[in-house]
């Protein structure tokens, strides 16, 4: 009798042990598990299809998009070779007659001493660069204009890749009118519908966005949103 009752007193111990056991897991589980709980609200900002935005980028893209105006748009009614007389533009071009000649394999930067004509680089524009148009006042900050030199050197390369086809270069008082007050910078892209096979050129379309400061986001935006393909003769071979 003594034996049995000894092992019931030993059942006894083990029960209250285990129970401790689970009380003392259970506050643990509690303590580090609950925090990464799924029903943990999340304030995260989240997309459609639940995954998380990575809301830092998008707010710098914005902030610098926030120096640029809305993008400008005008048919491009003008589109012959002129090689008879000098050409000349009342804005940073984004269409227009043009020299026959075009900057083949164009280097991505220019300064004031070695930029083609600007009518040469409007047949680059028909070619489906496009191009970062910069005022004097960036000629004149040396800071301003190595900042352009280095976004520009991101598109450097003697390949025929699409990816490339962006110049950055001077327009100064001599070429035309002066940019908007306030805004030192032009992105111009020459558009042209490239599912239009009839070659009537009646769709084409000069797209100008004017920025007091730019920065290689809003390049590589510009760049995404008006590729080389999307021109009257946007073909790597016309690069």
């Given at each position: 009798m003594r034996s049995s009752g000894h092992i019931d007193s030993g059942l006894s111990g083990t029960g209250v042990f285990l129970a401790v056991s689970l009380v003392v897991t259970a506050v643990l589980v509690a303590v580090f598990v609950a925090p990464w709980s799924d029903d943990e609200p999340d304030d995260r900002a989240t997309d459609s299809a639940g995954a998380v935005v990575d809301e830092t980028d998008e707010t710098d893209e914005t902030a610098a998009e926030a120096a640029c105006d809305p993008v400008l748009s005008q048919p491009a009614d003008k589109n012959r070779h002129i090689d008879d007389r000098p050409l000349t533009y009342p804005e940073p071009p984004?269409?227009?007659h043009h020299s026959s000649r075009w900057a083949v394999l164009s280097p991505p930067f220019y300064s004031v001493a070695d930029r083609p004509d600007v009518a040469v680089l409007v047949?680059?524009?028909?070619h489906g660069y496009n191009i970062l148009w910069y005022d004097e006042t960036v000629v004149d900050d040396a800071t301003a204009l190595a900042q352009v030199r280095t976004m520009a050197r991101e598109y450097a390369g003697r390949?025929?890749?699409?990816?490339?086809?962006?110049?950055?270069?001077?327009?100064?008082?001599?070429?035309g009118g002066?940019?908007?007050e306030g805004r030192h910078y032009a992105l111009t892209h020459w558009y042209a519908d490239p599912d239009d096979r009839s070659r009537s050129r009646q769709d084409e379309v000069g797209y100008t966005m004017y920025c007091s400061s730019v920065?290689?986001?809003v390049v590589r935006q510009w760049m995404r949103d008006y590729p080389l393909e999307d021109s009257p003769e946007g073909h790597p071979v016309n690069m």
């Open positions: 984004s269409f227009g047949h680059n524009l028909e390949d025929r890749d699409p990816a490339r086809a962006f110049i950055a270069a001077p327009w100064t008082v001599q070429d002066s940019m908007p920065t290689p986001d």
